[in-house]
């Protein structure tokens, strides 16, 4: 059974700083890119970041760029995101996401609500 196990949320001033992990079982892990996403009260489910099966790309969204870093540590089926220079607008509920067997898994969430 795929699962993904986010952890590390919580509350942060403005300009603070939080580190996100995500560990996943039930897959080969490095074989497969890994996605955090966030979705806020009232809109949609977007795409904040994403890592290559072995690390060697990272992808991020124009908003996080410079603020965020996606990591993974293969040995330890852990992905990573680190947040520094929060903002009030990156409040949302975080999930890690990995594409298998066709249909996309998610995690169950990690709030992070940055205080303004």
């Known amino acids: 059974e795929v699962q993904l196990q986010a952890s590390g949320g919580g509350l942060v001033q403005a300009g603070g700083s939080l580190r996100l992990s995500c560990v996943a079982s039930g897959f080969t892990f490095d074989d497969h890119a890994i996605g955090w996403f966030r979705q806020a009260p009232g809109r949609e489910r977007e795409e904040v970041a994403c890592i290559s099966s072995l690390g060697g790309r990272t992808d991020y969204a124009d908003s996080v760029k410079g603020r965020f870093t996606i990591s993974r540590e293969n040995r330890k089926n852990t992905v990573y995101l680190q947040m520094n220079s929060l903002k009030h607008e990156d409040t949302a509920v975080y999930y890690c996401?990995?594409?298998?067997?066709?249909?996309?898994?998610w995690g169950q969430g990690t709030q992070v609500t940055v205080s303004s």
């Open positions: 996401n990995v594409y298998w067997g066709r249909r996309d898994y």
